[in-house]
């Protein structure tokens, strides 16, 4: 071999080692903008808090094609059509029960579904587990039992009068900040009978004995932002029970 061709092959061996470094380059380029249009749009596989409303379903069973079952795994979906596995654990204070049908507004923490391990999950289109810590609320208005108003408004339900006067305290963990507790809603409020009147400090999730009845104010919207809420935005949602049934 001369001195020419040996440095003919020294070049190819240089062009074809710069081809595949501009190669390795574009790819490695290609791969970090594919990773900055995920953060960008949000797509990541990290718990996150959550505020979500919509109704209370049984979830719909990828399998149930090829098998015969009457079980019912609860979930979420959202009025935007998505779907999430439901669970109650974490939360501070008791609520009523939830029936399927209802329309439900609650405060929580998402598990995508990529931090799942349990195959289970794979049966159901979910975008994760919604576990929800506070604020729970059923969004259908004046049901039996139940009534839903404004500050400064009044109701009535079961023959009880009930009339929120003032927020006294809301200690709430804001949506966007991690908390170790959830913490509640005290609301003074008056209530009525025609044998009885009184002014009581209710707290969320603890029923309240008047006369012959048990007045529970069971919700509380809006979720609790960083910046204070506007009087004028609260509402109430307030149950209550006959203690002679």
Not at 77 to 82: F, H, I, Q, Y
Not at 108 to 124: C, D, H, K, M, T
Not at 232 to 242: E, K, L, P, R, T
Request: hydrophobic share 40%; proline share 4%.
């Amino acid at each position: 071999m001369n001195l020419h061709q040996f440095y003919t092959r020294r070049a190819i061996g240089f062009l074809a080692l710069l081809v595949l470094l501009a190669l390795a380059a574009v790819f490695y380029s290609f791969n970090n903008f594919i990773y900055q249009e995920k953060q960008s749009n949000g797509i990541v596989a990290e718990p996150y808090r959550a505020s979500l409303s919509g109704e209370y379903v049984c979830l719909p069973d990828n399998e149930l094609a090829s098998r015969q079952t009457d079980e019912c795994v609860f979930g979420l979906k959202t009025d935007t059509g998505e779907y999430y596995g439901i669970d109650f654990f974490l939360m501070s204070q008791t609520h009523d029960p939830v029936e399927v049908g209802q329309r439900i507004s609650a405060n929580g923490s998402v598990v995508p579904v990529e931090r799942l391990n349990a195959a289970q999950w794979r049966r159901y289109p979910i975008e994760g587990i919604f576990s929800v810590t506070d604020s729970l609320t059923i969004l259908d208005k004046n049901t039996p039992g139940r009534v839903t108003i404004l500050l400064g408004d009044a109701g009535t339900v079961a023959d009880v009068a009930i009339s929120p006067k003032e927020v006294v305290s809301d200690s709430r963990c804001p949506i966007a900040v991690e908390c170790v507790w959830a913490g509640t809603v005290e609301v003074r409020t008056v209530l009525s009978t025609q044998v009885a009147h009184g002014e009581h400090v209710l707290t969320l999730g603890e029923p309240q004995i008047f006369g012959d009845y048990t007045v529970t104010l069971v919700g509380v919207t809006p979720v609790k932002p960083e910046e204070a809420i506007l009087s004028s935005d609260y509402q109430f949602v307030y149950s209550v029970a006959d203690n002679e049934l």
